[in-house]
């Protein structure tokens, strides 16, 4: 919270400041207004002066028009400084979740991100426009007709300040409650999110498996939690505005009742009396907005506090330049794992002692068991996470000491469940990168995508999102070329191919043979087929390297590599390659 204040508002202070003396000119106005009103029922139009009761009555139409002007203007300004300075946090919230270290990103969870990035930013912006508006306003009506009503009637005052501390009280100890539901209730939502969004991703599946009622249950349990909240933090702030009313309206009783008296003893005015209640209607009102307001701020602290975790996150850029403790070796190889094991929970093994080199041009394929630690090597390889030992070479630098964007440029990468963006299928190839059109086409050649492309209306044709207009091999297709145009160093294909048939696949290895036999290639795959023609196999079992080398040494001296070839290919095949 204290960040939105000090940071993200500081660029507005001036224009907040203007904004406050053209609010509190127009605030003015609306004050003045009963006071005016009960000179003219008491003194003015008594007096029977014509020009006078008109005079006064043009003062009190000017104030009208000037209260309602300055307050359109003061809440023009408002309106600006809230969309813009949220535009900056939520720009920025954008900026700091592209950076996110993968560790963090796991434990903040992407729906919760997703979440802090709509619902929350909206909640700031809600708390920042209400507060120049209402936060300047209610408190100077508050105090103002207090003000007033001590200077027109001192003894009917003091009703209104022994309601006044009740009034304190139910507000500060309705706000110290909601803080804390409000903050679960943005916690549950969180959940809410993540379920919908993997029940809509996985909706062909929910239907296949006939998993419909199972879904459904599971969303009427995540959906009652959020309604459970819900409710909590709805009822303890709608404590607020009732308990409020029933103060504020015996003390109004009160004031009738004392008024009618002092009338009838001649005490009072009749005008005064009536300016009284106007002002005690104004307060009533201040008190209320004052009570929405802090409503509305206690949403927005929790959902502030949701968004300053997220900016003081680790980011990537923390992982830049570690100091290498020891002197770099200088390797013909191109690629090396040194001994490398690693964890994501810090408390298993999701890979041990890993070793291999990979030469300029040479092709490393893994296979190995779903949760083997294939992909994790991946991971690795493009610094999402650090190892927890070992070193990572590249060209005998440590990956540690290299600019991410350094690293990775020399990449090009296809992973699992990779994404088609709505674009076209050039814009899905070129990913904002400096490739031409020609690039493209020839990358999608490449790929083996050039014949659906053209069958689609070509390479400016329109994707829908996530690809939902294309088959799983076209998609794997279209993620290939995107790889391959840049002309990587270095190509993952992370389970590229797995919805390709076998003669697409075999024709997409005979062009990476041919066309990129300097680029090297580190190939994960289900199928023994896609790697057993590669320089080098590794086979992972539980996160070790069970095996290493090629096909013909691995039929002879891994006896899983075997157990895979054989029940994939047969016996014959297997021996034969």
Excluded at 352 to 364: A, N, S, W, Y
Excluded at 561 to 569: A, G, K, L, N, T
């Amino acid at each position: 919270m204290k960040r939105i204040i000090t940071y993200y508002l500081k660029p507005y202070y001036l224009r907040m400041t203007v904004g406050f003396f053209i609010k509190f000119s127009g605030t003015l106005m609306d004050l003045f207004l009963p006071w005016t009103l009960a000179r003219m029922i008491d003194v003015v139009i008594p007096s029977g002066k014509k020009e006078e009761i008109f005079l006064w009555g043009i003062f009190m139409f000017v104030c009208s028009v000037l209260a309602v002007t300055l307050s359109i203007i003061a809440n023009r300004m408002a309106a600006r400084v809230a969309s813009d300075s949220i535009f900056t946090i939520r720009e920025d919230l954008f900026r700091k979740v592209m950076v996110l270290s993968n560790r963090q990103a796991d434990e903040i969870t992407r729906p919760s991100l997703i979440s802090r990035l709509t619902s929350d930013t909206y909640h700031v912006h809600q708390m920042i426009g209400r507060i120049q508006r209402l936060g300047v306003r209610a408190p100077i009506l508050l105090v103002g007709g207090i003000i007033m009503t001590l200077l027109l009637d001192p003894a009917l005052a003091c009703i209104l300040l022994a309601v006044l501390p009740l009034l304190t009280v139910v507000v500060i100890t309705v706000s110290g409650k909601s803080i804390p539901l409000f903050t679960q209730l943005q916690e549950n939502m969180d959940g809410f999110v993540r379920l919908i969004r993997e029940d809509i991703a996985g909706i062909r599946v929910i239907k296949a498996l006939s998993k419909e009622d199972y879904e459904r249950n599971r969303f009427d349990k995540s959906n009652r939690d959020v309604v459970d909240w819900e409710k909590r933090a709805t009822i303890t702030t709608a404590i607020t505005n009732p308990a409020m009313n029933l103060f504020l309206n015996m003390g109004l009783v009160c004031v009738v009742v004392a008024g009618a008296y002092r009338v009838n003893e001649g005490l009072s005015k009749v005008g005064t009396i009536l300016a009284f209640m106007t002002y005690f209607t104004i307060i009533l009102n201040a008190l209320m907005s004052i009570s929405r307001m802090f409503v509305i701020v206690s949403k927005a602290a929790a959902s502030a506090d949701r968004i300053d975790r997220v900016l003081e996150s680790e980011d990537e850029t923390s992982f830049q330049f570690v100091p290498v403790l020891e002197e770099e070796k200088k390797e013909d190889s191109l690629l090396e794992f040194d001994h490398i094991s690693f964890s994501y929970d810090g408390t298993g093994n999701h890979l041990r002692d890993i070793t291999f080199q990979l030469g300029k041009g040479e092709t490393l394929g893994i296979i190995g068991a779903t949760g083997s630690g294939k992909s994790t090597v991946v991971n690795l390889l493009m610094r999402y996470y650090d190892p927890d030992e070992g070193v990572i070479r590249m060209n005998g630098r440590d990956i540690r000491t290299m600019n991410l964007k350094e690293l990775r440029s020399r990449f090009g990468t296809v992973f699992q469940n990779d994404v088609i963006f709505e674009e076209s299928i050039l814009e899905n190839i070129r990913m904002g990168r400096n490739i031409s059109e020609q690039e493209a086409v020839v990358a999608a050649g490449f790929a083996r995508a050039l014949d659906f492309i053209g069958e689609k209306g070509g390479i400016l044709e329109s994707l829908n999102i996530r690809g939902a207009n294309l088959s799983g091999g076209q998609k794997q297709r279209i993620l290939i070329a995107r790889a391959l145009a840049a002309h990587p160093e270095i190509l993952i294909l992370d389970d590229s191919s797995s919805a390709l048939d076998y003669k697409t696949d075999s024709l997409l290895r005979k062009e990476l043979r041919e066309n990129f036999s300097h680029t090297t290639c580190i190939l994960i795959a289900q199928r023994v087929s896609s790697v057993m023609n590669l320089n080098q196999i590794m086979v992972l079992e539980e996160g070790a390297a069970i095996g290493m080398g090629t096909h013909e040494e691995l039929m002879k001296t891994c006896e899983g590599y075997r157990e895979i070839v054989i029940s994939q290919m047969g016996a014959e095949r297997g021996e034969n390659g």
